[in-house]
């Protein structure tokens, strides 16, 4: 099996972030792409392209560590909670705990603020309840 970090001489930039997006997001991304067909077909593919297919994939930080990053950046936003719960799912998928996932967001609150930390653990609550009912 290849990993992210592994590029195949064939392997293109969108087939690479494909692959990368299947593993992270599962359908979340994959919906957020197709969500994006009728209105920015072009968009979407720069979605699979640049974020999965070389950042991402590149070397240097494993999955886990990207994520805490990702879910960390996205809750210090405080304007971006969808994509916030695309990426907590992801941070269960790559193998984050509840706990880890938790204390990323409380620690937002010394750098982003009460209200940017609030946020996030409601996203991550909502996102936590999915996945019980599921």
Same mark, same amino acid.
């Given at each position: 099996?290849?990993?992210?970090?592994?590029?195949?001489?064939?392997?293109?930039?969108?087939?690479?972030?494909?692959?990368?997006?299947?593993?992270?997001?599962?359908?979340?991304?994959?919906?957020?792409?197709?969500?994006?067909?009728?209105?920015?077909?072009?968009?979407?593919?720069?979605?699979?392209?640049?974020?999965?297919?070389?950042?991402?994939?590149?070397?240097?930080?494993?999955?886990?560590?990207?994520?805490?990053?990702?879910? =960390? /950046? +996205?809750?210090? @936003?405080?304007? !971006?909670?969808?994509?916030?719960?695309?990426?907590?799912? #992801?941070?269960?998928?790559?193998?984050?705990?509840?706990?880890?996932?938790?204390?990323?967001?409380?620690?937002?609150?010394?750098?982003?603020?009460?209200? =940017? /930390? +609030?946020?996030? @653990?409601?996203? !991550?609550?909502?996102?936590?309840?999915?996945?019980?009912? #599921?």
């Amino acid at each position: 099996m290849v990993t992210l970090t592994e590029k195949p001489d064939s392997e293109t930039r969108y087939d690479r972030g494909l692959r990368a997006l299947a593993e992270i997001d599962g359908h979340g991304g994959q919906q957020v792409v197709d969500a994006l067909a009728d209105i920015a077909p072009d968009f979407g593919r720069y979605l699979i392209e640049f974020p999965f297919g070389d950042i991402y994939s590149r070397p240097g930080l494993d999955l886990r560590s990207r994520e805490i990053a990702t879910i =960390a /950046a +996205l809750t210090a @936003l405080g304007t !971006a909670q969808p994509q916030l719960k695309v990426h907590i799912q #992801a941070g269960l998928n790559v193998g984050l705990s509840r706990v880890e996932i938790v204390e990323t967001i409380m620690q937002m609150a010394v750098y982003a603020g009460f209200p =940017a /930390a +609030l946020n996030g @653990l409601f996203a !991550a609550r909502e996102v936590f309840a999915a996945n019980e009912a #599921a």
